[in-house]
């Protein structure tokens, strides 16, 4: 059993497009995130949210748009793709501060 | 605000010898620090954390890290380096709250030389 599942696993398209990465995560835990992997491999938080509300939104366009219909899932649907949004994006839960997170596999998105 | 600086963008040991990787960070509390390794086009797996208590660490796979607040370092070793140790190691520092965030450092790659 998967703990915490993304798809796509890859994802490519055209500048311009609107597409959605999902995240499911069997753990029953409270937070949910999403990080974004630069082609340097940094990885920068995007979004949390904890029972479904939003707690962390950092800077990032509001080309970007978290989801969260229940604390199992948080989705991230992204309008008007750009080049630069290209990146491998990371979903992640955690049940409390300090006990790290689970990460799941990532979505590696091109945008081409 | 926090932050942490891993020492060493690429690391080189062979096989059987020491791995070392650094990491410092900045507080303003108490931290929870964490080591995680990413495998080549897999997510983020949890080596090790420390939170309270005892300051040196043991994780899966042979490696340990040490807290030493003085120093305000949580570098990781393993005695002996294997084969499948090479991949990306990242140390990150855990925010407050209840949506803490992790705040990761650049990463350091480890490659073992047969």
């Known amino acids: 059993d998967t703990a915490v599942s993304q798809t796509p696993k890859y994802l490519v398209t055209q500048m311009g497009n609107d597409k959605s990465i999902k995240c499911e995560q069997n753990?029953?835990?409270?937070?949910m995130y999403w990080y974004k992997q630069d082609s340097k491999k940094f990885l920068k938080i995007m979004f949390s949210?904890?029972?479904?509300?939003?707690?962390i939104n950092e800077t990032v366009p509001n080309r970007f748009s978290p989801k969260s219909p229940d604390k199992a899932h948080l989705n991230l649907h992204i309008n008007s793709l750009e080049l630069g949004d290209s990146a491998v994006y990371f979903c992640a839960s955690s049940q409390a501060e300090g006990n790290g997170y689970t990460f799941g596999s990532g979505t590696r998105l091109t945008v081409v | 605000a926090q932050s942490v600086t891993q020492l060493g963008s690429h690391v080189s040991v062979s096989e059987g010898a020491l791995v070392l990787l650094r990491c410092n960070y900045s507080?303003?509390?108490?931290?929870?620090l964490f080591w995680y390794v990413q495998y080549p086009n897999q997510g983020l797996q949890l080596l090790l954390k420390y939170t309270t208590g005892a300051t040196l660490v043991k994780g899966i796979n042979g490696f340990e890290a040490e807290f030493k607040k003085s120093e305000t370092s949580f570098h990781l070793t393993k005695p002996s380096a294997h084969m499948s140790d090479a991949a990306e190691y990242f140390c990150?520092?855990?925010?407050?709250?209840?949506?803490?965030?992790?705040?990761f450092g650049q990463g350091t790659e480890l490659s073992v030389k047969p």
């Open positions: 949210y904890n029972n479904k509300e939003l707690i």
């Open positions: 507080s303003s509390v108490p931290p929870y």
């Open positions: 990150a520092v855990s925010d407050s709250g209840p949506g803490g965030k992790l705040i």
């Open positions: 753990l029953g835990h409270d937070t």
